[in-house]
């Protein structure tokens, strides 16, 4: 449909239909949730499950030091983990 976006390699395109082409897509700009990475690539990076190293560093830099089980450090990365999750995956590609 018209002006919808989509991530295509962390790149938003917006659909601009034309009277010759119907399914042009202009460049938008970066994806501003793939962070350098395409949607599904960054998803897949972030969805994986981190280490028991990861986990416990993530619960130092927590105010609860890990020992309250509801606390969102130990539900989800926080943003150092997802920083170095990052980080990661760029040195493998």
Request: with cysteine.
């Amino acid at each position: 449909m018209r002006g919808d976006t989509r991530c295509i390699d962390g790149r938003l395109f917006r659909h601009e239909p034309q009277r010759d082409d119907p399914e042009f897509e202009c460049d938008a700009g970066p994806c501003p949730e793939g962070e350098g990475f395409g949607c599904d690539e960054y998803e897949s990076i972030m969805n994986q499950l981190i280490t028991s190293e990861e986990m416990t560093a993530q619960a130092l830099r927590c105010g609860c030091r890990g020992v309250d089980d509801l606390c969102v450090c130990q539900n989800a990365t926080d943003k150092i983990t997802r920083r170095e999750l990052l980080f990661r995956a760029t040195e493998r590609s």
